[in-house]
């Protein structure tokens, strides 16, 4: 079985649903949906952003990871402290291959794991003390840094910690900002609420800095934000951006930089690729300063192309020709690359499972390859991102909400996609299954996959996993068991 009718969709959610107690049933059923591509909300279709169920192992992450890992984590040259025990630092350190230019501990700091490292008296007597002679230590070791964030842990909001009133006094004796971050991981129900925190932290330590500062701006002033240059991806959408004639004076928070971040509110257009992450701080300047926003998606050239006309369409002629020169200069290159991926590729089947934008963005990319997506769904998705996701799906395509573990492994069963597209929790799973499998959160240590260089990447790599021959020797262990008890039997 590949792609279903409606109905056969329905049934196998309702037969997936079968393995759960009632309560919980009923629960799940709210985040499991058939596409219809006639909708205009999700809202009456599937529920997004509620508390996961014990014991059903969901794949989130926390708040923490959600500030740390994704918006402050990748700033280059500030400092990031995980103020707590030594392991949500060390977990996070590094996590997302957030390429960066510099030298790390000298001007760059994103490798680092900066902790206040608590201990059980630390949680008696509180970390206050602790935690402003850290920062002390830091300025002495490491001078280049422009700032600091400290981003607290669940036991700082359990014990009370003043993380304010430290920051404050700090960021007076170092005369660098320094901004509290109460991003403690049991807040909210995923890591769409550590973005939320964190957007609103620079909301208040950062954005404000150089409000009426000379500035020296052109017209075509644009700032990228949520791309985390994931394996180079904010690089290769800048080659474009400015071969069209527009100055990217911004980008964070991959590669990014505390002043780029302060002089974001002087641009003409923020440019959003990861909606979920950063879209709070977008709204914000626009209510603030009057800059507009722009969702846009270079994944596949079709949507690239698509992206940098409504790009182009916020600025003048000049840029709109620029977009135009842009993509007949590309267009050669990426048909040779259909041309030479496509017929191996066409009309496979891809299931997707991941956080972010990646769930609807990657779609055309696959589709430009001739490629299929039958199933979709996100680890922390709000409702607005389901109705961005149902006009990107083909109808009765399954889309599911904070799958479980269980969920997944029955539809991929069900469906048999021919490729799975999911995150590192999921990863060996299906290897051990023998399905093909992309780790599309980190790209599989691959990239870029943004831009056309990156699609170049992109379809090799699919490719490369499809068509490896390594998955027909794969069995399942439960596979090679019914193999064994069927030979016994024969015998």
Known sequence: ???????????????????????????????????????????????????????????????????????WGPIKDMISI??????????????????????????????????SDFQERDIVFGGDKKLAKLIEEIEMLFPLNKGISVQSECPIGLIGDDIEAVAKKAAAQIGK?????????????????????????????ILSNRDGKAYEKTPYDVAILGDYNIGGDAWASRILLEEMGLRVVAQWSGDGT???????????????HCYRSMN????????KYGIPWLEYNFFGPTKIAESLREI?????????????????????????????????????????????????????????????????????????????TIKEMQ?????????????????????????????I??????????????????????????GYDGFAIFARDMDMTLNNPCWKMLKAPWQKQEAGNSMKQAT
Not at 351 to 377: C, F, K, Q, S, W
Not at 401 to 417: N, R, S, W
């Open 1 to 71: 079985m590949t792609a279903l009718t409606r109905e056969e969709a329905q049934a196998l959610i309702q037969e997936v649903l079968e393995v759960y107690p009632e309560k919980a049933k009923k629960d799940r059923a709210k985040h499991l949906m058939v596409n219809d591509k006639t909708l205009e909300s999700s809202k009456k279709c599937i529920t997004s952003n509620r508390k996961s169920l014990p014991g059903v192992m969901t794949m989130r992450g926390c708040a923490y990871a959600g500030s740390k890992g994704v918006v």
């Open 82 to 115: 995980s103020h707590g025990p030594i392991g949500c630092g060390q977990y996070a350190r590094a996590g997302r291959r957030n390429y960066y230019v510099g030298t790390t501990g000298v001007d760059t700091f994103c490798e680092m794991n900066f902790t």
């Open 177 to 205: 900002p320094v901004v509290p971050v109460r991003c403690e991981g049991f807040r909210g129900v995923s890591q769409s609420l550590g973005h939320h925190i964190a957007n609103d932290s620079v909301r208040d330590w």
């Open 258 to 272: 505390l002043a780029e971040m302060e002089n974001t509110p002087n641009v003409k257009l923020n440019l959003l």
């Open 280 to 287: 709070y701080i977008a709204r914000h300047m626009e209510e």
């Open 312 to 388: 182009a369409s916020f600025f003048d002629d000049r840029i709109k020709e620029g977009a135009e020169r842009v993509i007949e200069k590309y267009t050669p290159t990426m048909n040779a690359i259909i041309a030479k991926y496509k017929p191996r590729l066409a009309g496979k089947k891809v299931m997707l499972y991941v956080g972010g934008l990646r769930p609807r963005h990657v779609v055309g990319a696959y589709e430009d390859l001739g490629m299929e997506v039958i199933g979709t769904g996100y680890e922390f998705a709000h409702n607005d991102d389901y109705d961005r």
């Open 395 to 423: 109808d009765a395509t399954l889309i599911y909400d904070d799958a479980t573990g269980y969920e997944l492994e029955e539809f991929v069963k069900a469906l048999k996609p021919d490729l799975i597209g999911s995150g």
């Open 425 to 450: 929790k999921e990863k060996y799973v299906f290897h051990k299954m023998g399905v093909p499998f992309r780790q599309m959160h980190s790209w599989d240590y691959s990239g870029p996959y943004h």
